[in-house]
Protein backbone atom coordinates (compact mmCIF):
# COMPACT_ATOMS: atom_id res chain seq x y z
CA UNK A 1 0.00 0.00 0.00
CA UNK A 2 1.66 2.91 -1.30
CA UNK A 3 1.98 6.43 1.38
CA UNK A 4 2.01 9.96 1.07
CA UNK A 5 4.65 11.61 2.44
CA UNK A 6 4.23 15.10 3.45
CA UNK A 7 6.33 17.99 4.36
CA UNK A 8 5.44 20.71 7.02
CA UNK A 9 6.11 24.69 5.97
CA UNK A 10 6.09 26.50 9.04
CA UNK A 11 6.15 30.87 9.03
CA UNK A 12 8.75 31.42 12.15
CA UNK A 13 6.86 34.95 12.99
CA UNK A 14 3.96 33.06 13.19
CA UNK A 15 3.20 29.04 14.44
CA UNK A 16 -0.33 29.03 13.53
CA UNK A 17 0.46 29.40 9.97
CA UNK A 18 1.65 26.11 8.75
CA UNK A 19 1.67 24.86 5.00
CA UNK A 20 1.45 20.87 4.61
CA UNK A 21 2.87 19.94 1.77
CA UNK A 22 2.37 16.58 -0.01
CA UNK A 23 6.07 15.44 -1.84
CA UNK A 24 4.56 12.91 -4.18
CA UNK A 25 1.44 15.56 -5.45
CA UNK A 26 0.59 18.85 -5.70
CA UNK A 27 -1.11 19.29 -2.54
CA UNK A 28 -1.10 21.94 -0.57
CA UNK A 29 -3.34 22.93 2.73
CA UNK A 30 -3.09 25.88 4.61
CA UNK A 31 -3.27 25.27 8.29
CA UNK A 32 -5.32 28.43 10.19
CA UNK A 33 -6.04 28.75 14.31
CA UNK A 34 -9.01 29.89 14.71
CA UNK A 35 -9.04 31.36 17.83
CA UNK A 36 -5.81 33.63 16.35
CA UNK A 37 -5.96 33.99 12.90
CA UNK A 38 -9.28 35.60 10.41
CA UNK A 39 -10.52 33.64 7.83
CA UNK A 40 -12.55 33.39 5.22
CA UNK A 41 -12.99 30.42 3.13
CA UNK A 42 -12.32 30.66 -0.64
CA UNK A 43 -15.24 29.48 -2.63
CA UNK A 44 -12.93 27.05 -5.18
CA UNK A 45 -11.10 25.51 -2.11
CA UNK A 46 -11.54 22.47 -0.11
CA UNK A 47 -11.97 23.64 3.59
CA UNK A 48 -12.36 21.10 6.44
CA UNK A 49 -11.86 21.84 10.28
CA UNK A 50 -11.16 20.37 13.65
CA UNK A 51 -10.44 20.49 17.34
CA UNK A 52 -6.89 19.89 18.97
CA UNK A 53 -6.33 21.10 22.71
CA UNK A 54 -9.44 22.89 22.91
CA UNK A 55 -8.51 25.04 19.54
CA UNK A 56 -10.57 25.06 16.40
CA UNK A 57 -8.08 24.62 13.53
CA UNK A 58 -9.36 25.52 9.60
CA UNK A 59 -7.83 23.53 7.03
CA UNK A 60 -7.73 25.27 3.52
CA UNK A 61 -6.75 23.48 0.26
CA UNK A 62 -4.19 26.08 -1.92
CA UNK A 63 -5.02 25.26 -5.68
CA UNK A 64 -6.78 21.74 -5.40
CA UNK A 65 -7.13 20.13 -8.22
CA UNK A 66 -9.46 17.29 -8.82
CA UNK A 67 -6.73 13.91 -8.86
CA UNK A 68 -5.51 15.36 -4.99
CA UNK A 69 -9.07 16.25 -3.80
CA UNK A 70 -8.81 12.29 -1.99
CA UNK A 71 -5.55 13.02 -0.49
CA UNK A 72 -6.57 15.94 1.50
CA UNK A 73 -8.26 13.95 5.04
CA UNK A 74 -4.93 11.88 4.40
CA UNK A 75 -2.87 15.25 4.91
CA UNK A 76 -4.56 16.30 7.66
CA UNK A 77 -4.47 13.43 9.85
CA UNK A 78 -0.96 13.16 9.19
CA UNK A 79 -0.96 17.28 10.55
CA UNK A 80 -2.90 15.75 13.93
CA UNK A 81 -0.59 13.10 14.43
CA UNK A 82 2.29 15.40 13.50
CA UNK A 83 0.51 17.86 16.68
CA UNK A 84 0.35 15.19 19.23
CA UNK A 85 -3.10 15.01 18.19
CA UNK A 86 -3.66 11.90 16.31
CA UNK A 87 -7.62 11.36 17.55
CA UNK A 88 -8.90 15.18 16.32
CA UNK A 89 -12.17 14.68 14.63
CA UNK A 90 -11.74 16.26 10.85
CA UNK A 91 -15.38 18.41 10.72
CA UNK A 92 -16.92 19.05 7.44
CA UNK A 93 -18.37 22.69 8.94
CA UNK A 94 -17.38 25.30 10.45
CA UNK A 95 -18.51 24.76 14.17
CA UNK A 96 -18.73 27.98 15.12
CA UNK A 97 -21.95 29.60 15.71
CA UNK A 98 -23.58 31.03 12.47
CA UNK A 99 -20.28 30.36 10.48
CA UNK A 100 -22.45 27.98 8.12
CA UNK A 101 -24.51 30.77 6.70
CA UNK A 102 -24.54 30.89 3.07
CA UNK A 103 -24.16 34.22 1.62
Not at 27 to 50: H, T
Request: proline share 6%; with cysteine.
Amino acid sequence: MDHNVYLLATDPSNPCRDVIHSRDTGLKIRVFCLDEDKFSALDNEIQLYGYAFRKLYAFETINIVAEDALDVVGAIQWYADYIGCPEMEILPEDPRPGQDIAM
